[in-house]
């Protein structure tokens, strides 16, 4: 008995965005391409075309769904607290989709990405921060976060890189010339405490709380 094939899914435009959405994450978002998304979806490229405009409104839409795992700050509670879970869901949902950074840092401004701007200049006026502390204390945070997370995208190895850069590492630099360099290096290569502290949350505290200082509070 011949088992009857498996019905094909209907395209619809969140079935394409997921899709294409896992494919900058598994690809590169270099790899997107309408034919790349069609073959993958099991459809011709020009089926794509009744659900999404073109290639630019679903790099638009996928963008949406990276936003929709962050969120702005809280209006509620510390206002330190509130911008910090905020930042860091930012970067979560970068780490997870490490294309997006460099998208998002370009004129394509999404609806979410303007409130979550408009939100956290918001949530410094409302600490107490003047107009002119409110406009640098932005940019730091933001450059910080994106600025992080895209170097942290461009410095993601896999075993075999990290194991190979560890032998130019050692090859390469002398102890007793650079000894500093030396202890940096071992410990990028190495096990230990260190590796469980997460540099971007280190790094956003001490903004803060320079940030919390020029308030004279104390965190």
Not at 75 to 81: N, S
Not at 114 to 124: K, S
Not at 174 to 186: I, K, R, V
Request: hydrophobic share 40%; net charge negative; glycine share 6%.
């Amino acid at each position: 008995m011949v088992k009857a094939s498996q019905p094909r899914l209907s395209l619809t435009r969140d079935r394409i965005l997921f899709a294409a959405l896992d494919l900058a994450d598994t690809d590169g978002v270099e790899a997107l391409t309408m034919r790349r998304l069609g073959d993958n979806l099991g459809f011709e490229a020009m089926s794509l075309y009744h659900h999404v405009s073109n290639k630019d409104d679903v790099l638009d839409g996928i963008l949406d769904l990276v936003l929709d795992e962050t969120h702005p700050p809280s209006d509620d509670g510390d206002w330190m607290a509130s911008i910090r879970a905020s930042a860091i869901s930012v970067h979560r949902a970068l780490q997870r989709h490490r294309w997006a950074g460099a998208i998002l840092d370009t004129a394509r401004l999404r609806p979410a990405r303007l409130r979550y701007m408009d939100t956290l200049l918001g949530r410094l006026r409302a600490a107490g921060f003047s107009p002119v502390t409110s406009f640098h204390a932005y940019h730091v945070l933001d450059g910080f976060i994106f600025g992080f997370s895209r170097w942290e995208a461009d410095h993601t190895y896999s075993e075999d890189q990290t194991s190979a850069m560890a032998e130019v590492f050692s090859a390469t630099i002398d102890a007793d010339t650079y000894p500093h360099l030396m202890e940096h290096g071992e410990q990028h290569f190495s096990d230990g405490p260190h590796q469980d502290v997460s540099a971007f949350d280190f790094g956003l505290d001490l903004i803060l709380k320079g940030l919390a200082d020029t308030l004279g509070e104390r965190p």
